[in-house]
C-alpha cells in the first residue's frame, strides 16, 4: 500500500485506496517521492521535466502539472511522479532511478508502463537500464541518451544564474532554448525574465543537483540493454538534443521506433496536439514483443 494522503487546506488525512477509479490523489510515494494519481485504467507513470524544487506542487503549479497529464488520464489511471526532495549534491541520475525504481516495485508490484519528458525522459531511460523489472513500456519525450552540447551548457549557465540568485537570468536562459527559431527564443527569452523571480525565485538545492546528474549522463554504450518495447519522439529543432541524437538513441534501442516532429522544439514537441495519441497509441497498440510498424 502506498504511503499517500489526500490534501487539503487545512488538514491532512490517509486514504486507504489512493487508485480509486475517478479520484484524483496527492501525496508521496514510498521513500518520500511526491506523486499525483488521477485517472483510471492501466497505469501510466509520468516524470516530468526539470523544476526549481522537488516539492510536491500546490496552487497554479498544481493544476498547471495536472493539466499536462489529464489527456493521458482519459485511457489511463496517470501517476505524475516527481523526484525525492532533499537529494544529496553529488547524486547521480543512476541514484534518481534507483530510488524510483523501488519506490514503483512497492507501488505497483509488476512491470508498469514508463513515459518521461525532457529530465523525466533522461531518468526514465536509466530506470529501464537498471531497473528493467519495473518497465513494461518505454515512452521517451524531448529527451536522449544525453543532453547536446548546446543543451548543457544551457542547463549549466541556468545552475550558475540560481546560484548567483539572478532567477530572472536563469528563466531567461532555459525559456530561449524552448523556442525552435530565433524569433520565438527571443519573445521566450523576454518572458522567462518576467516570470523568472516567481519561477525561480525560491529554487531549491534539489534543482542544481538534478542538473548536475543530467550533465553527466551520457547512456549510450547501454541503450541495448533496454528490453522494454520504446517509443522515442523529438523535435527536428529542439535546442537542447538534435534531430541526430533522437535518431541514435532510437537506432541503439533493440525494441525501438522513433517518431520526430518537424519543426517543433524542445517544448513544441510536448505541446503538440499529436503527443497524446501517438503515446496512446504506442501503449495500447501492442503487447511487449510483438513486431510495430
Not at 552540447?149 to 539572478?166: H, K
Amino acid at each position: 500500500m502506498v504511503d499517500s494522503m489526500f490534501e487539503s487546506t487545512n488538514s491532512t488525512t490517509r486514504s486507504r485506496t489512493p487508485d480509486a477509479p475517478g479520484t484524483r490523489v496527492y501525496g508521496r510515494l514510498p521513500g518520500g517521492l511526491p506523486f499525483l494519481s488521477l485517472g483510471s485504467g492501466e497505469p501510466l507513470v509520468f516524470l516530468p521535466g526539470i523544476g526549481p524544487h522537488n516539492e510536491a506542487p500546490v496552487g497554479m503549479e498544481r493544476r498547471a502539472q495536472a493539466a499536462m497529464v489529464e489527456p493521458y488520464a482519459k485511457d489511463r489511471r496517470v501517476w505524475w511522479v516527481n523526484r525525492r526532495p532533499g537529494l544529496s549534491p553529488d547524486a547521480t541520475m543512476a541514484d534518481l532511478a534507483g530510488e524510483l525504481a523501488g519506490a514503483l516495485r512497492r507501488q505497483f508490484g509488476r512491470p508498469v508502463d514508463v513515459l518521461g519528458i525532457s529530465t523525466g525522459g533522461s531518468v526514465a531511460l536509466q530506470l529501464a537500464i537498471d531497473h528493467p523489472d519495473v518497465v513494461k513500456r518505454l515512452v521517451i519525450v524531448s529527451a536522449a541518451y544525453r543532453l547536446g552540447d548546446r543543451g548543457r551548457e544551457a542547463q549549466r549557465r541556468v545552475a550558475r544564474e540560481v546560484q548567483a540568485e539572478r532567477p530572472r537570468r536563469a528563466a531567461a536562459e532555459e525559456f530561449a532554448m524552448m523556442g525552435a527559431g530565433a524569433a520565438s527564443r527571443r519573445l521566450l527569452r523576454a518572458t522567462g525574465w518576467l516570470v523568472g523571480r516567481s519561477m525561480y525565485g525560491k529554487a531549491t538545492p534539489d534543482m542544481i543537483a538534478t542538473i548536475h546528474a543530467e550533465d553527466q549522463l551520457d547512456l549510450r554504450d547501454r541503450l541495448h540493454e533496454i528490453s522494454a518495447p520504446t517509443l522515442v519522439v523529438g523535435g527536428d529543432r529542439d535546442a537542447f538534443y538534435s534531430e541526430q541524437l533522437f535518431k541514435q538513441t532510437a537506432a541503439l534501442i533493440p525494441d525501438s521506433q522513433l517518431l520526430l516532429y518537424e519543426g517543433k522544439s524542445h517544448m513544441g514537441t510536448s505541446m503538440s496536439r499529436n503527443l497524446v495519441p501517438d503515446v496512446l497509441g504506442f501503449l495500447n497498440a501492442h503487447s511487449p514483443g510483438q513486431p510495430r510498424g
